[in-house]
């Protein structure tokens, strides 16, 4: 009684003469109905493909984002030097990531082996253009040069271009896929995508508030505290302490509120694309939800955050003001926060995330001020402190039915009665993760420190990094000269009736 | 009978090999439509960024800031509100056939189940709830208090823009054509929402810039006399303007094509498609239109040729809230026409504003409100049979096309509707705000500007380096290498802050 | 028999099941390509935005509006144009296997029936004609008459552009690769449009900027003697110049990977994730080239090192022009290699520009026509057979695969005749526009600046509260809470406006 359909497919495509009617009015509905199965299998190569191409590119996107919004944060004087180091980014992240950190990432060894770090695909030589290979580089891609162009905003205004160079490549070669490798590589020693994960559940890191977040923004507080703080901002010309830091003016808050919506915007492809294909209901789904939780905590820490702040310097000075910079990154740190766990976890839980989110990024804000540690655009309470908070929160929010959906083995948060193994491999991931970083990128930013190839000389900082390296300031708003407006003017019906523009 | 057995399993076999396919093709299907519906949000989403660049270019320097900030927090309280109740409000199917003023089911989206694409369906409503409440930002800008917005925009997105959607869009409403026996045998023909959306935002802005009046020096002067002429206060950055109206305009590729709602076959797909190109071809129109008529006007008036970009921006978004109603209805000449009218529209409702003195900082009634009602009768002349059917609707054609009129009456009766109702709602709510001083700030805050008033200092600090700085840096870059030249940018430094 | 007659039944409905799914697949793939081309045309549809940015970024202040105008009209005569006569010329198929100098069918896209991704496929082109128009705008900026532009845009989308087209991407071309018997065997294979779009574009700047001249003191002092070293003038806004490129770039993953036309099938899809892959890597490594080898150039010419953002953003431009006619057909180590000479040949054409004082005002020349070119012609040198055949090709190899050239040769052959055919239509076009005095505007406009000259003021009204403002409400606040402590903000400004 077995039968078998690919011989039968054979038998059919062979028109043997002595077949019956039947057998050939069978034959005709198999081919109909392979050729049904064949188009739905391309279908669901395209859509998939198509989809991280989205996803990508939005991601991509988020580096203009972030050049806005860390142009906008800084100095004018400093403008051009933070929006090269933001373009150079994307480029040396493509660069690095090519060569050698797709490689290290993601490279399947074909053993069930766990591995430290892969070792195939350098160069991408050995992709054969098949399973989608391509467009799943360009998709890490993607997130590999967000990682690295989170720093560059905290460093703003004083470092170096050469050590941004250098770390910037050293990130996006080595450091971030090391990290990726060990979470989201099916080979990784804490990853959930094995067979056996640890404690059964392994790390559940969606989007990588952990694994993109908190890599680049560990990186940043390291870069922070070694570099130190710009002139004038927590000491003095004769570097005595000043009673209340000096805050520095965002040269323009049109950027910064473009940056914001641009990453924002960005996010429905970090978020949802990270379901990694949409050729099915269950992965639909997931993607679905990431877009609901995604917005709901942002607009959630946007609100949080800034009457947050309202209501302290309410209290503080009597009057109701109402800061954009409060607003605008207490949304991106609702957005980091529940990027680990956009796909597992409900909507109202996405809104208390959100909302913690925002307390976590001001009073890590206030914190970092105290310890007087300078952050030019606040990435590290964004992204380093959210991001832990996003990753701690899938332990205790995590809903299983979702968990199942989203491809994880279905352990609960601890609020939905986990007993904790899931907070545990998350909470490890943050040990390991903040361990990994400092390790590497403190004794590296130490000996670029003492090389003297870190912090630009003193006069170059007073005079803004524009002027000093890139040839002249970002801004030329000089206008027309005065007499020739006024030659316009007369020059025009005899000069006795002037447009009524031209009096401006 | 061996044979026979065979054969049934053969038979079998090939069953669930076509079974299997139709599966896929179902799962592709609804991920196809996800992922549609994912893209188009995120599009109409990244409206908001359009919105807030051109508002903030259209504003003062001393006012960029709040103006910002209030699109900001409608993106954020359009989620919370949609969230909580809008979406219930707007949507719920109550399971029966009956006609319903209001949805009263999914608040906060308790009884979703996942499947069927509630998800993205909620995710791509509430980018248009959001849209709704950031059109009145615009009008209200540099006077109007952070207490008021926050109020009515919560207002808006959770009650009175919900109810609108639920009287067109919902299989419920009383004068929607998704019922099986819609009024008058078609029911509002409004496909993307040039009435739900932009009329309702746009109505909004208007009652609410009669009442708040307008900013100060605009129509009065000091001693509040009428000036002979209105004070046209000028945009701080253009550049930011034309930002923003391309980002709009890119966003409209999500918010007309997106309302087909699904793309998994080819019907859909043409409705789509369609959208697209008369998208275009209607913000095209609109904005050559309104640009060159707006030329040809001052020339007769002062006799030079000049280019407007307040018109031909204006222009291209009037147009493209004017086909939001027909885009997936009308051919392409259709859409021209009704683009070039839409400029005229435009055009005309903005002066008619002024002789008014009716004070819209960014001109966003004529373009939302006065496009809307355009777009929205436009349909009732221009619509094609054969492209409603396509596009789900019962095939009743537009005026030209020897239609008999229900069509154009649905839509009149609409546009009566949404104008009744928001004035209805929205008068009373302004007026309290107004009596109680929780509508418009301060004079002298007005005059200082918002920024500095109630935002922690101006949004721009263009201070470039110290002079003192730069010389300084001169004598050690010409000393350093043994020159006597120093380096081009640092001399142009010098020279510039001397 | 009546064993036989349930058997049928049964197999009626197996064969029932099979259709479903085999029609719901077709379904799902017209519905797919749309979206496709939906996504893609709106993202290359964007890239007008990076355009305004980038080149708004590019002038002095007071040209802003008027390029940020141009780009706006470009958009929409683009539209017009190419909806009214420019599709029909590029596209419409004669149903023989004759070859066409131009198009004539489907003028107002009048017979168009909807099916078959028509409407898409207009908008997927129509972003394309805008695109190649758009290139123009920037050249000649600062100088250029309005009526000078809008006619050469409308003939360039309208005629020059479509001819373009139809020879190279139309199955009725003389020298298209979509033949049965394309020339040579192969035919030109220009993927997504280096030659076909950016150097049409790129060719008519660089004639307009020949007749046109450069810009008032760049080249020549008052007297008109030439002076010793060019002047440049300054980018009024880098931050403007960074959002248009990063906006480009992201643009041009619908640009190149659109370029596919469909991504319902495993081939395809191939095809648009490498075109993602190759339009990366060449950007990555123009940029990284071109800022770097710049920074080489003027270290030895100075001494010191310096980062130059033009140089990094154009480079990055170039990488992109560069890979577009080769995007799906090279390797990814062949797409850095094209990037890097094309960061190069960015620098040195850019350079030979103005040793023959040819001015261009944001270096679109070196970036659009010289990349073009060069982008053509690589893919002469590194097309890999392998993916030639994916992409749709023929499978003839590249030079450096051991092909024997006639791949180089037909691309050589399509760059001689898109300068041909540019040179030699735009050339008398625009001689007879400035004999006419419509090509350039008065000197004292330009020295005047455009924006006041023509557009109602200048772009920017940067003026802050006023002092006295300020100070009362300093004070105000100071008494309002029995305080007698200022609140920061206002200290602060009140300070700054001191």
């Given at each position: 009684m077995s039968f078998n359909v690919t011989a039968f497919g054979d038998y059919c495509a062979s028109a043997v003469e002595d077949q019956s009617t039947d057998v050939a009015a069978l034959c005709q509905v198999y081919n109909l109905a392979t050729d049904g199965s064949n188009a739905a299998g391309d279908l669901s190569d395209g859509l998939n493909t198509f989809f991280l191409l989205f996803s990508g590119a939005l991601v991509f996107l988020m580096q203009a984002g972030f050049a806005m919004l860390c142009a906008g944060s800084v100095r004018q004087k400093n403008v051009k030097n933070i929006m090269l180091k933001n373009l150079l980014d994307a480029c040396g992240g493509a660069i690095g990531f090519y060569t050698i950190g797709y490689a290290f990432a993601y490279a399947d060894n074909a053993s069930d082996s766990k591995t430290f770090i892969g070792n195939k695909n350098f160069l991408l030589?050995?992709?054969?253009?098949?399973?989608g290979e391509w467009i799943g580089w360009f998709f890490q891609f993607a997130f590999a040069a967000t990682a690295a162009t989170i720093v560059a905003g905290t460093v703003?205004?004083?470092?170096k271009m050469q050590a941004y160079l250098c770390y910037s490549v050293f990130l996006t070669g080595f450091v971030y896929p090391v990290v990726v490798h060990s979470i989201w590589s099916g080979d990784g020693w804490i990853t959930a995508f094995r067979d056996d994960p640890w404690q059964g559940v392994g790390v559940v890191d969606f989007a990588g508030s952990g694994v993109v977040h908190m890599t680049g923004g560990a990186t940043a507080l390291v870069a922070a505290i070694i570099l130190?703080?710009?002139?004038?901002?927590?000491?003095d010309e004769d570097g005595n302490p000043l009673e209340t830091p000096v805050s520095f003016p965002a040269h323009s808050v049109a950027l910064q509120i473009l940056g914001t919506f641009i990453l924002w915007f960005g996010w429905f492809g970090f978020n949802p694309g990270s379901?990694?294909?949409?050729?099915?209901s269950v992965s639909a789904e997931t993607a679905a939800l990431c877009a609901v939780t995604t917005t709901l905590a942002a607009a959630c820490g946007c609100v949080t955050s800034m009457f947050t702040d309202t209501m302290i310097e309410k209290s503080a000075t009597g009057e109701v003001s109402y800061d954009l910079t409060a607003a605008m990154n207490g949304a991106l740190g609702g957005l980091v926060a529940i990027t680990a766990g956009c796909s597992v976890v409900t909507p109202w839980a996405a809104c208390i995330i959100g909302i913690i989110g925002g307390w976590v990024y001001l009073g890590f804000s206030k914190f970092l001020i105290k310890m007087k540690i300078d952050d030019a655009v606040d990435a590290i309470p964004v992204h380093f402190a959210n991001g832990m908070w996003g990753v701690l929160a899938v332990g205790f929010f995590a809903d299983p039915d979702l968990m199942a959906i989203a491809g994880y083995n279905d352990f609960p948060g601890v609020f939905y009665g986990g007993s904790g193994e899931l907070l545990l491999c998350n909470f490890v991931s943050i040990v390991w993760i903040c361990a990994w970083v400092f390790f590497l990128m403190t004794p590296f930013f130490v000996v670029l420190n003492a090389l003297g190839m870190f912090r630009v000389d003193a006069l170059e900082e007073e005079v803004g990094l524009d002027i000093s390296h890139h040839r002249g300031p970002g801004y030329d708003m000089s206008a027309a000269k005065e007499e020739d407006v006024q030659a316009l003017k007369n020059s025009r019906h005899g000069g006795t009736s002037v447009p009524a523009e031209d009096t401006a």
């Open positions: 030589l050995s992709f054969d253009g098949s399973g703003a205004e004083r470092c130190g703080p710009r002139k004038g901002r927590f000491y379901a990694l294909a949409i050729d099915n």
